[in-house]
């Protein structure tokens, strides 16, 4: 039996492949550019690139590609051959060190936001090589980063180092005032739990919402949904379980961690779990982790829906975002210490992290903003959209004796300058899980709940990084100037505690207690893309973004107009598609049954005096739902033709928000209504009922 062991990343050019293809000068060199950002020598490049060519040759390849993430919210990929033609008529296999490094795909068609005009087709995509490349399909697949030919970032990935660059600059600020020299390098590391959907594709094929828009448009509620709780953690069906192992295999062939899989909550709903790597790896892994789950479910009979919340009524999925960070000598900076210093050293991080999403709750809120979130957010088991903090009893009684100058848990000794003796030692589980909480900390780490499915990692992370970088920035300016350094950090970690305070909630955040108690704390709550998105261009968000390098201002602009592009342009698509679905087969359907069920009346009560009360007020509730479902989707028509002529973006956002997916609610409630009165044998599509529970 082929052992694990024996096949993980066989198909990536990581560590092991390079000591053994490189020599020790160029293998040396890379390194230095891997871990430390140093420049790349061309020569390096050309000595990589051939070993590169020949490993990925001997591994079957014929092609290569540069691996990018534009702002479309999936991967893109343009496949170029290793053949160059030779004197006497064949061809050679060649892939030159300015190949690896660069290359030049047609940015024409990618979004913009208005960066350049389309006539400014072209595009460059840069080699990451911090992020190993792999083999998939014949093709050597390397990641990159994408911009325009003016320069600026066309993708999620530039921003993102960007981010890890400036959270790496502020965190070596403070260590050094610890004393912490030997550091050369802090990182963020992620990992990014993954919740998914199995349904069986012959029934996917019969419904045009899921093939168009990855969610159910129409659908009530089966008799059984997840009331009785038993699916989650439940024992994994056949099916899924060979999807699962064939998952597994796939994903560790390309050298990504999948370590966790069980059922998740709603029948049919599912989640694997990696293990955590570095923040840019661990999006890039998360980008092909959900290609290839698709891919694998294909060949099972399956797919695999990633939309947040493909069916009403049960759980929606989310991506829980496992958030540290660590230093080149292996400290987890959110883990206590041994010491009082070292549990100083944590305090001051964590009073950043406090701070950090206090002060830029919009940008975390934008970060995770789309449609499919929308729905998603604020129930079952999916944090609402007001950003809060959850620190568990414990810790938040250590914080509330720094802000009081009080011994904490009694002592009666003589008080370290920082409020408390000494820290109590935090194992991994002191804290209870609080799932209705948007970011948790969880012993070492911060769980950011509120991403959707199908996001990329990428955004919430790079406005997570660039907020803690700018409070670090600004602890290590105070502190840097401070002749009491002592005096100074306790004096910082108590007046941050207390200035911010508000963002820390221990309890049910499905509370409407506690909706109403954030409104008087200040807390935001942006509850649609439509309004959190706008927020990005604020001046204390612009100011802070591009005084990192995050973004140009630019960029910053162009961000916001694409995003919510994406919001109008989906929500089109699902509006046009309901409209389709209604005209052309619910309403057919519906009208057909009630007509049919009229002439049986009318055979019937021809043949004997019967007075088919049950017929007749079936066809009385028919006749009157069919009216219903035609005036909604004239409606939802009308609303869909006045969006045609908004030209401006902000505002053609908040009119989806206000008039089409209101429209569009009111055109499934009455659709909804129709389909438990109506013949399962006229009912068009698939049910609720065979989607959940068919595989």
Excluded at 295 to 302: E, P, S, T
Excluded at 452 to 474: D, W
Excluded at 533 to 545: A, F, G, R, Y
């Amino acid at each position: 039996m082929e052992k694990v062991t024996d096949y993980f990343g066989t198909m990536v050019f990581d560590d092991r492949i390079m000591k053994a293809t490189l020599s020790e000068k160029v293998y040396k060199s890379l390194k230095r550019t891997i871990d430390r950002g140093t420049p790349l020598d061309i020569s390096v490049a050309n000595a990589v690139a051939a070993a590169m060519k020949d490993w990925a040759i001997e591994k079957g390849a014929t092609h290569y590609t540069h691996w990018f993430q534009p702002m479309t919210g999936v991967t893109a990929e343009k496949h170029d051959s290793f053949i160059s033609p030779a004197p006497d008529g064949r061809v050679i296999m060649e892939f030159s060190g300015k190949e690896l490094v660069k290359g030049e795909p047609d940015a024409s068609s990618f979004p913009s936001g208005g960066l350049r005009a389309t006539f400014e087709a072209r595009g460059y995509t840069a080699w990451d090589p911090t992020s190993y490349a792999f083999i998939k399909d014949g093709t050597l697949y390397i990641p990159t980063a994408f911009c325009s030919y003016t320069g600026e970032a066309l993708d999620k990935k530039v921003p993102l180092l960007r981010s890890m660059e400036a959270l790496n600059r502020q965190a070596l600020r403070i260590l050094k005032l610890f004393g912490n020299d030997k550091v050369k390098s802090v990182k963020t590391s992620v990992g990014p739990e993954q919740e998914y959907f199995l349904v069986d594709r012959e029934l996917w094929k019969q419904r045009k919402d899921l093939i168009m828009t990855g969610r159910t448009l129409f659908g009530a509620m089966p008799p059984k949904g997840q009331e009785m709780e038993d699916h989650y953690f439940g024992t994994i069906k056949p099916r899924v379980a060979e999807y699962m192992a064939d998952l597994d295999k796939e994903l560790w062939k390309l050298g990504i961690l999948a370590k966790t899989k069980h059922n998740e909550v709603a029948p049919a709903q599912h989640e694997l779990a990696p293990i955590y790597d570095t923040t840019n790896i661990a999006a890039d892994h998360n980008q092909l982790t959900m290609e290839v789950m698709q891919k694998v479910a294909q060949r099972h009979g399956l797919v695999c829906l990633l939309h947040e919340k493909p069916f009403a009524g049960v759980n929606g999925s989310g991506k829980h975002n496992n958030w540290s960070i660590s230093t080149d000598q292996g400290v987890n900076l959110l883990s206590p210490g041994e010491t009082p210093y070292e549990n100083a050293q944590f305090l001051l991080f964590l009073a950043a992290v406090i701070k950090a999403v206090d002060d830029y709750q919009d940008l975390l809120r934008l970060s995770v903003a789309t449609a499919g979130n929308d729905h998603r957010l604020g129930a079952n088991e999916a944090p609402p959209a007001v950003i809060s903090i959850f620190l568990g009893d414990e810790l938040t009684s250590v914080l509330e004796a720094i802000e009081n100058d009080a011994p904490y848990g009694g002592y009666e000794k003589e008080k370290m300058q920082l409020g408390v003796d000494v820290l109590p030692k935090f194992s991994k589980d002191t804290t209870d899980r609080n799932r209705t909480s948007p970011f948790a900390f969880t012993g070492n780490k911060f769980e950011f709940r509120m991403l959707g499915s199908s996001n990329s990692i990428s955004c919430a992370n790079i406005h997570l990084n660039a907020a803690v970088a700018e409070e670090l920035r600004q602890f290590a300016d105070q502190l840097e100037k401070a002749k009491d350094f002592e005096s100074a950090l306790h004096e910082l970690i108590r007046d941050t505690i207390k200035a911010h305070k508000r963002i820390i909630f221990n309890g049910n955040g499905y509370d409407d207690a506690w909706i109403e108690e954030a409104e008087k704390r200040g807390l935001l709550n942006l509850k649609t893309t439509a309004d959190a998105m706008p927020k990005i261009c604020d001046k204390k968000n612009v100011e802070m973004l591009t005084s990192h390098g995050i973004f140009t201002e630019a960029e910053i602009f162009s961000r916001r107009d694409i995003m919510l592009e994406n919001y109008i342009k989906t929500v089109n698509i699902e509006a046009q598609t309901m409209i389709d679905m209604a005209r052309k087969e619910i309403i057919p359907a519906v009208a057909k049954f009630a007509a049919d069920t009229a002439s049986a009346v009318s055979v019937k009560s021809s043949v004997a005096s019967v007075a088919c009360k049950y017929e007749k007020k079936l066809i009385t509730e028919l006749s009157g739902l069919v009216d219903e479902m035609d005036e909604a989707t004239t409606v939802l028509e009308e609303k869909v033709a006045q969006l045609k002529d908004i030209e401006v973006i902000v505002e053609a956002a908040e009119f989806i928000r206000d008039e089409v997916l209101p429209a569009m609610e009111a055109l499934r409630a009455a659709a909804d209504k129709a389909e438990p009165v109506t013949s399962a044998e006229y009912w068009p599509f698939p049910t609720y009922d065979k989607l959940l529970f068919g595989v």
